[in-house]
């Protein structure tokens, strides 16, 4: 059994540069392009179980990539949304450490921690551990997809690795269209 995690292709928050968390925004033409090239890249990992964020621009990637690897269910799984940003969602991602008084960076970016009514990264942690146990009772013998989000996406890749949220935080930045092995 292997899990591996997409980053949904550029949506159009993405593009403008916002902070978009639980916005529903959809996919841009050149996300919908990256979302096929992943696609052609996943072709030989024999995935057969393709899970999705509920939010457009990952259930638009995941049935690009269905698509392609001609799956054809896609199961919705909440516990693949995106971190609630809370008051800094919509702000442009140059400001978003400005939001909290206690931050971490990673290659790219500043991670604001205590931003007022956002998800915790320990509660992201939380999430994510408990879907990939979830995944990994459900299909032993199979190779799953999930498409999710960027910083959801380094919980899982926290998780999987057995690290703390702290260093999932601290590590690689995901851009739009990566693939990852997470198991």
Same mark, same amino acid.
């Given at each position: %059994? ?66 392609? #690897?001609?799956?054809?269910?896609? %199961? ?19 400001? %978003? ?14 991670? =604001?921690?205590?931003? =007022? ?22 299909? =032993? ?13 380094? %919980? #899982? ?14 590590? =690689? ?11």
């Amino acid at each position: %059994m292997s899990i591996y995690f997409v980053r949904h292709g550029q949506d159009e928050d993405n593009a403008a540069g916002l902070l978009n968390g639980r916005r529903d925004d959809d996919l841009t033409d050149y996300g919908r392009q990256k979302a096929l090239e992943t696609a052609r890249k996943l072709k030989e990992q024999g995935i057969k179980t393709i899970y999705s964020s509920p939010l457009k621009r990952a259930q638009q990637t995941a049935h690009i990539i269905a698509g392609e #690897l001609r799956v054809n269910r896609i %199961m919705i799984e909440p516990h693949l949304t995106e971190r609630d940003f809370g008051v800094a969602t919509g702000y442009p991602v140059a400001e %978003m450490a400005k939001f909290a008084s206690q931050t971490l960076s990673d290659n790219k970016f500043t991670y =604001p921690l205590d931003t =007022p009514q956002a998800e915790t990264f320990p509660k992201a942690y939380q999430r994510a551990a408990a879907l990939l146990e979830k995944i990994k009772q459900q299909y =032993p013998e199979q190779n799953v997809l999930l498409v999710s989000h960027g910083e959801f996406g380094k %919980m #899982l890749r926290a998780a999987a690795q057995g690290i703390s949220w702290q260093d999932g935080v601290k590590s =690689p930045y995901i851009e739009n269209g990566e693939i990852i092995k997470l198991l």
